[in-house]
């Protein structure tokens, strides 16, 4: 899924030199998506969201520590280098500098591990707390180092720290199934949401601060249909370019 989205978000080719070159003097940014679906929208929270078109929006809302690349390998997102303990119990992440959330605030270490404690509060009861039961606890020596501390090694622990990274200057002491940030996430990702109607119509825009460069698209609108009939009639019609789920 995740390799999908940024497929359709960077809109990456392999073309010649001349072309790249003819390419780059067009500008080639711009224009809108428009993703259509008839599973309606759920609030979008990182450790929350599980279904719906809410849960691959998330992808483009929100950063992770590491993410999965088109070879299936594990690569860096919001830490640029980690290291592994010789006994694999202990895991050290080195953050990026300079990424910011897309209120303006720095995004560090404090945020990462308010994420994966609200993960593991049962007051929370996030449905992804399973997945770090090997977890002992979590240390942040500094603003940009993050420590896992494990009970027990793993070798593939390491995808298990695909996790969405959430401000804790907004979400601290607030109820996370609660609080109006779900839907109105605000995250580090390559698109910031702008607009949730009535009707169930979500417009995200291009994030011109993004750390790794600004996404080709200016827009993504999420447009909702009450069954997969009349999705697929606009999809059909050309009213909307992409769907998922049909």
């Not at 896992?148 to 695909?162: G, H, N």
């Amino acid at each position: 899924m995740r390799i999908l989205i940024f497929a359709l978000m960077l809109m990456i080719v392999e073309v010649s030199p001349e072309a790249k070159a003819v390419s780059k003097l067009r500008k080639p940014y711009g224009g809108a998506l428009i993703w259509g679906t008839y599973h309606k929208p759920t609030r979008i929270n990182p450790i929350l969201t599980t279904h719906s078109v809410s849960a691959p929006l998330v992808q483009l809302i929100f950063n992770a520590l590491v993410r999965i690349n088109s070879k299936g390998e594990i690569e860096p997102d919001l830490a640029t280098t980690w290291e592994v303990s010789e006994n694999g119990l202990v895991y050290t992440f080195h953050l990026r500098k300079g990424v910011r959330f897309h209120d303006g605030k720095g995004c560090t270490a404090f945020d990462v591990q308010f994420t994966y404690d609200r993960i593991l509060d049962p007051q929370v009861n996030s449905p992804f707390a399973s997945t770090f039961q090997l977890v002992d606890k979590f240390e942040t020596p500094d603003a940009f180092t993050f420590k896992v501390f494990l009970k027990k090694a793993s070798v593939s622990f390491i995808y298990r720290m695909i996790r969405y990274i959430m401000p804790k200057h907004i979400l601290e002491g607030k109820d996370l199934n609660k609080t109006d940030f779900n839907f109105h996430p605000i995250g580090t990702g390559p698109f910031k949401f702008k607009e949730w109607t009535k009707d169930n119509q979500i417009i995200l825009e291009y994030n011109p601060d993004y750390f790794e460069g600004r996404p080709y698209l200016d827009k993504i609108a999420v447009k909702s249909y009450s069954d997969s009939r009349s999705l697929w009639t606009a999809f059909m019609r050309g009213e909307v370019d992409f769907v998922l789920l049909i």
